[in-house]
T-cell receptor, first 111, second 116 residues
Framework: DAKTTQPTSMDCAEGRAANLPCNHS???????VYWYRQIHSQGPQYIIH???NNETNEMASLIITEDRKSSTLILPHATLRDTAVYYC????????????FGKGTLLTVNP | DSGVTQTPKHLITATGQRVTLRCSPR?????VYWYQQSLDQGLQFLIQ???????AKGNILERFSAQQFPDLHSELNLSSLELGDSALYFC???????????????FGSGTQLSVL
């Protein structure tokens, strides 16, 4: 699976959009970009995933660049409850599956 | 609520002991994954089962073992416990086999293991 690079931490004001970047320059054609988050000591929570096209669901939007070497997770109106560690993961398929979590980005939403 | 149930929530035991962590996947999910999260190592994949069979193995110690039963619940057995085994243990489930690229995992709330 391709390696990802994320900032260690970011701040965001409550009510504003939070834009979390992720670099995955070695991503290959069949690998998806996944985002999970983990609120303190809780189990990781799936947010969104995509392959090439931008994706949106009730939680967030995922913007993937045309060359697929980077992506941005957008939380349109961040709330205090969005304070968490956000993990960007690139994952392919195959018989030796494992979802590999890096260190992620600690997003702190401030009042 | 992810639909994945883990018991117990907290476990305190002594070095050298053996414990069993239990996981019930979401209804209909056939795959179960176990992860360990410690302060210094982050989230580490341990092992995956699909419909009762082991599918993938990660950084799981020989002192640890797991199985998935016919009713699809899974147990993670940790033996000869050491201080360093203290961690949060998460179970996750998925409707897929683990080989698909388009797969979502749903995590339980974890079991906090403290080895004293």
């Amino acid at each position: 699976d391709a390696k990802t690079t994320q900032p260690t931490s970011m701040d965001c004001a409550e009510g504003r959009a939070a834009n979390l970047p992720c670099n995955h320059s070695t991503i290959s054609g069949n690998e998806y970009v996944y985002w999970y988050r983990q609120i303190h000591s809780q189990g990781p929570q799936y947010i969104i995933h995509g392959l090439k096209n931008n994706e949106t669901n009730e939680m967030a939007s995922l913007i993937i660049t045309e060359d697929r070497k980077s992506s941005t997770l957008i939380l349109p109106h961040a709330t205090l409850r969005d304070t968490a560690v956000y993990y960007c993961i690139v994952r392919g398929g195959g018989s030796n599956y494992k979802l590999t979590f890096g260190k992620g980005t600690l997003l702190t939403v401030n009042p | 609520d992810s639909g994945v149930t883990q018991t117990p929530k907290h476990l305190i035991t002594a070095t050298g002991q053996r414990v069993t962590l239990r996981c019930s996947p979401r209804s209909g999910d056939l795959s179960v994954y176990w992860y360990q999260q410690s302060l210094d190592q982050g989230l580490q994949f341990l092992i995956q089962y699909y419909n009762g069979e082991e599918r993938a193995k990660g950084n799981i110690l020989e002192r640890f073992s797991a199985q998935q039963f016919p009713d699809l619940h899974s147990e993670l057995n940790l033996s000869s416990l050491e201080l360093g085994d203290s961690a949060l243990y998460f179970c996750a489930s998925s409707a897929m086999t683990g080989a698909q690229t388009n797969e979502k995992l749903f995590f339980g709330s974890g079991t906090q293991l403290s080895v004293l």
